[in-house]
C-alpha cells in the first residue's frame, strides 16, 4: 500500500527536486491494551530510533523507520477496583521497522525561508517485536513460554502494525529540521501483556512458575477459583505508541536549482 503510493506520488518530483534527510528519534513509548484500556501516555517509558526521509516535493515524503522502546502496564495503578483485583502486570520491549508515508498540510522544506513550517500527517505500516515479561518479587520472567492462559501453542512475539499519527514540523538551520510527533500503532495480537481471554486450569499449565503468573489476583478473602473467568478481553487487540520528537539532518549536498526565467 506504502509503495504503491509512493509510486504514485514520484511523478510530481520531476517538477520539484526532491531530498533526502537522516534522522534521530527521542521520546517516549505506551500501550493501550487489558492493562490500560483508555490512559494515553500512562507509564510512557524512553524510546529512541533512527530514520531515513525522501521528500517527493514540499507535500509528500516516504520515511524508513527504526525505532525501539519499552511499553508496560500495572494493575495495581490502576484506578479501577476490579484491575487491582486482577493484580497483573507486565513490560515488553518493542523494536520496530516501519515505513510510512508523510503528508504537509503547508508546502515544507529544510532551510527553506519560504517554507520552514508545516503541520503533517502520516500513516504506513510496519513489522514490531515484543516479548512480555512479568514482575515476581523484583525478577522479570518470561511470560510466552509460561502459557499463562492454557494456550495449545504459543503466541507469536511479532507482527504487523499499523502506524498513523499528527505532527509539526519547523526549521531550525539550513540543514537542520525538528519533528513533534505523536504516532499510534494498530497490532493485530492481544498479547503483548500475555492478558487474552479466561483464567486456565492450573492443571493445564505447564509448570509451578506458570501458575503462579496466570493468577496474581488480590482478593485474600476470595473462597472460589478464577478457572474460566474473564482474565482479559479477547475482542480487543493490543495497541502501542511512539511520541516524541525528531532531530532531521538534510543530506543533500547540491544546492537547490533555480527555475526562475
Not at 493501550?32 to 530510533?49: E, K, M, S, Y
Not at 497483573?88 to 515544507?108: C, G, P, R, T
Not at 510466552?144 to 501453542?153: F, S
Request: aromatic share 14%.
Amino acid at each position: 500500500m506504502v509503495l504503491l503510493a509512493f509510486s504514485a506520488l514520484a511523478a510530481s518530483a520531476q517538477k520539484e527536486r526532491s531530498t533526502t534527510d537522516f534522522g534521530i528519534f527521542l521520546g517516549g513509548s505506551y500501550y493501550i491494551g487489558d492493562l490500560n484500556p483508555v490512559r494515553h501516555f500512562a507509564l510512557t517509558q524512553p524510546a529512541g530510533g533512527v530514520h531515513f526521509r525522501y521528500n517527493i516535493d514540499s507535500r509528500f515524503a516516504g520515511r524508513a523507520n527504526l525505532w525501539y522502546g519499552t511499553v508496560q502496564g500495572n494493575d495495581a495503578r490502576s484506578e479501577s477496583f476490579s484491575q487491582q483485583q486482577r493484580n497483573l502486570n507486565f513490560k515488553s520491549k518493542i523494536m520496530e521497522f516501519s515505513a510510512i508515508m508523510e503528508f504537509n498540510f503547508m508546502e515544507y522544506k529544510i532551510g527553506s525561508e519560504k517554507h520552514p513550517f508545516s503541520p503533517f500527517a502520516f500513516l504506513g505500516v510496519g513489522l514490531f517485536k515484543f516479548e512480555p515479561q512479568g514482575n515476581l518479587g523484583g525478577n522479570w520472567v518470561n511470560l510466552q513460554p509460561l502459557t499463562t492462559e492454557g494456550q495449545d501453542r504459543r503466541y507469536k512475539l511479532g507482527g504487523l502494525s499499523i502506524p498513523f499519527g499528527v505532527g509539526v514540523k519547523v526549521n531550525l538551520a539550513k540543514r537542520l529540521g525538528l519533528g513533534i510527533e505523536w504516532g499510534m500503532r494498530k497490532t493485530f495480537t492481544d498479547y503483548i501483556d500475555d492478558v487474552h481471554g479466561t483464567y486456565a486450569d492450573p492443571g493445564d499449565l505447564p509448570n509451578s512458575l506458570a501458575v503462579l503468573m496466570a493468577d496474581r489476583s488480590a482478593i485474600p478473602e476470595q473462597q472460589v477459583t478464577n478457572v474460566g473467568r474473564q482474565r482479559g478481553n479477547p475482542a480487543t487487540k493490543d495497541w502501542y505508541s511512539f511520541t516524541g520528537i525528531t532531530l532531521n539532518f538534510k543530506l543533500n549536498l547540491k544546492s537547490e536549482p533555480c527555475y526562475a526565467r
